[in-house]
């Protein structure tokens, strides 16, 4: 059993590009999450998807979007990078959102 | 609004002393209490979590930590410091039904031989 993967491992974007950051979990988890980790901030929650078809906001949602269209895949999408995006994404799953969430080894990714 | 606080950015002890990371959160609803650890480049890792019944909670490699409703906090202790303990800890909490996880801003923690 993999648990969670994400793919890229890292990735360096021009800004302005589109970025789609990629997340598949084999734990038929019902719920879905993406963070991002920045020093001194912790982990903040960009959006997260409580089933297969439904989606919501975080704390910090602008700039990104998300998908959930089964549940084992949850990617997450820049439309147009910027520098501020630059930042380590992890991706995480849960029973439900009251369970203990098990996380991906995460994508650092860096905008220029 | 409801927020989870860390004490100390970052702590340094030797190895074979006590270790207590601090973690606080705000609100008049107790929340359900995670620990979560983050070794070099990788994710999280659960430690521990508390959601109702004993108030002192054990978890893996020997760590444990105790909710107190009347002081909202739920530090994380180890009786003696392992190498291997060097890493990052966050607290986080889960509040009543359709919140997330909120996390801590993390603690670094050095073990010196």
């Known amino acids: 059993i993999a648990g969670i993967t994400q793919a890229p491992t890292s990735q360096i974007l021009a800004a302005g590009r589109r970025m789609t950051l990629r997340c598949t979990q084999d734990?038929?988890?019902?719920?879905m999450y993406w963070y991002r980790q920045d020093l001194g901030l912790g982990l903040r929650l960009i959006h997260y998807?409580?089933?297969?078809?439904?989606?919501g906001k975080g704390e910090v949602p602008d700039g990104y979007s998300v998908s959930r269209a089964n549940t084992d895949d949850f990617p997450l999408t820049l439309a147009s990078a910027v520098p501020s995006q630059t930042s380590v994404y992890f991706c995480?799953?849960?029973?439900?959102?009251?369970?203990?969430?098990?996380f991906g080894p995460g994508t650092r990714l860096t905008v220029l | 609004a409801q927020s989870v606080t860390q004490l100390g950015s970052h702590v340094s002890v030797s190895e074979g002393a006590l270790v207590l990371l601090r973690c606080n959160y705000s609100?008049?609803?107790?929340?359900?209490l995670f620990w979560y650890v983050q070794y070099p480049n990788q994710g999280l890792q659960l430690l521990l979590k508390?959601?109702?019944?004993?108030?002192l909670v054990k978890g893996i490699n020997g760590f444990e930590a105790e909710f107190k409703k009347s002081e909202t906090s739920f530090h994380l202790t180890k009786p003696s410091a392992h190498m291997s303990d060097a890493a990052e800890y966050f607290c986080?909490?889960?509040?009543?039904?359709?919140?997330?996880?909120?996390f801590g801003e993390g603690t670094q923690l050095t073990v010196n031989p």
């Open positions: 995480a799953s849960s029973d439900s959102h009251l369970d203990t969430q098990y």
């Open positions: 734990m038929r988890h019902n719920a």
């Open positions: 998807s409580n089933t297969a078809g439904t989606t």
């Open positions: 609100s008049s609803v107790p929340p359900y």
């Open positions: 508390y959601t109702t019944g004993a108030t």
């Open positions: 986080a909490a889960s509040w009543t039904s359709g919140s997330r996880l909120t």
